[in-house]
């Protein structure tokens, strides 16, 4: 197992997208987080974080998969029930595979309802209310972005 298996499983579940953040965690998301989807595993790219594959397992399966050697509470996330893949050898690839799709269909099921009847639609509406919340997202960016400047302009 490794980030790229990794990548092939989440990217082959529903409605899945992926960003890079905090400069080397590959991220999942159960739908586009600018439409309201919540992220539902990550992997760490470079190896410097803790672990190599973080996901949600939700409080019945948290303490369980505690008491396997190379698996921990995800520093940040274990109060949201996610744990940390200390190495790729914690868990064999059928169970890792079984844990991102049960992390996937968790954080489906806890989708606000708005966010469930974007994904409902068909490919091509999602993909341009997507595209057309990000340029609303852009815009009110750069104008809070503009008043800020404006603000500090004023303080001096």
Do not use: Q
Request: hydrophobic share 40%.
């Amino acid at each position: 197992m490794d980030n790229e298996r990794i990548r092939e499983i989440c990217l082959a579940l529903p409605h899945v997208s992926e960003t890079l953040n905090w400069g080397h965690h590959l991220v999942y998301w159960v739908g586009d987080r600018d439409i309201g989807g919540k992220m539902f595993a990550m992997t760490d790219l470079d190896g410097t974080g803790i672990g190599v594959l973080w996901f949600h397992c939700g409080p019945e399966r948290f303490h369980e998969l505690l008491e396997n050697d190379g698996i921990c509470a995800a520093p940040h996330l274990a109060r949201a029930f996610w744990v940390a893949v200390e190495r790729w050898d914690a868990l064999r690839p059928r169970e890792i595979e079984d844990e991102l799709r049960r992390a996937h269909a968790l954080i489906y099921e806890k989708l606000p309802k708005r966010t469930k009847a974007v994904l409902a639609l068909p490919d091509k509406e999602r993909a341009t209310l997507i595209r057309e919340r990000k340029k609303l997202l852009a815009v009110r960016a750069s104008a809070g972005t503009r008043l800020k400047a404006g603000a500090k302009g004023r303080n001096r």
